[in-house]
């Protein structure tokens, strides 16, 4: 079909972990011809590209296996869509910065958010799900971000305005469940042979670890000064076992068991069997929740700059979110700026004032996942 035919059309992508590699190091161990392996073209070397917007995303030929690459075993390469490199850099975070990573796991952008800051100041990182909580930890262990603090908990519970340890905190990632709709090319992508996945946001179905787990052994995952526990999680609901896990190399044994997967984790489980209905109602699920996601990480009271992305094509996830929190936002002192001037496709126009400024990837014709992005600046910085 023509989507399998774009699907294979697309080039591969790779984020060079920086903590690791430079990416002048990265293409030299690509282009030294002794380190040429089996899975890779002799030529490869040579076809390897960084990208025009992103500095640390290297472009492969469509089709290259890169999966048991040296430099993807040892996380020194990330296997991550371009588009899901996108919001770390729209966020621009700074050495020695307190960032926050709203629903984080598993990981791939909260790591590519360690690597940013180099490895300094702390990424807070929560989830809800035990699962793919530990699949951040074993991410942020391989790539040796050990700046993650990685936390079991609702978000929407954490007392973001008044906890002491939320106090420094200047950037914050909300990239919620969503539909996962830009993401089918990856998935059709996955089922053909012999190519490899680009796993973007976590939102595709990944029936192998995302991140090698070998290779890197005793990195620790948390970094975190001063107390383990996040202050107000203590009395019941989703958050009461919480825990930032406490210091390097000790799990934290706090956290809950394995839950069914949730409702809105639909990306997940598909939808193609349900009626026109349950998919508004579907969709309209998960936007409330983005929104309440968003709002409630803007309370943060030092937040400098939010961004909030999507694996989604649904305007409903997308637009009519921002919409939804916008005047909220101003009243905060928020508004909208625009992270990529030079990027051409951006928000469904009319949909929200400064649709403008927000940026949109399409799966076929800009060659990545179908994503969305907005970044919301407090007034005065810009
Ligand atoms: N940012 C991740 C990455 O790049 O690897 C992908 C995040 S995925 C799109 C959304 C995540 O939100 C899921 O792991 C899900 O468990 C989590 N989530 C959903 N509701 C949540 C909540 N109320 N609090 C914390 N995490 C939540």
Known sequence: SSQSAAAQQRPRSARVNTLKMSVAEALSWLRTPKRKTSTMSADLGQQVTVDDLLPDVLLFPPATDLHDH???????????????CMPAHALAPQPGWDVLDAC???????????????????????DK?????????ANAAATGADCIAACLADFLQIPLATSPDFRNV???LVDPSCSGSGTALSRMDYLLPSHDTQRSAGCAPEPQSSAPETGITGAGQCAVAGGDRVPGLGKGGHSSDA???????KESTGERKEEPPQADQVHEKGSSSQGRRSEEDRLERLARFQEAAVRHAL?????QRLVYSTCSVHERENEAVVAA????????GFD??????AWQRRGVPGSVEGAEKLVRTDAVEDGTDGFFLAVFQRKGLF
């Open 129 to 137: 799900d035990a699962r793919r909580l530990q699949r951040l930890k």
């Open 243 to 249: 825990q930032l896990v406490p210091h390097r190399g």
């Open 104 to 126: 984080a796991a598993p990981g791939n952008k909260t790591t590519h958010l360690a690597a940013l800051m180099q490895g300094r100041g702390r990424v807070l990182a929560f």
């Open 325 to 332: 929190v916008l005047p909220d936002a101003r009243k905060l």
């Open 299 to 303: 309370t943060l009271p030092a937040l």
């Open 336 to 341: 909208l700026v625009d992270p990529f001037p």
């Open 170 to 172: 200047k950037g914050a």
């Open 70 to 84: 040296p430099l993807v075993k040892s996380s020194c390469l990330i296997l991550q869509s371009k588009a899901s």
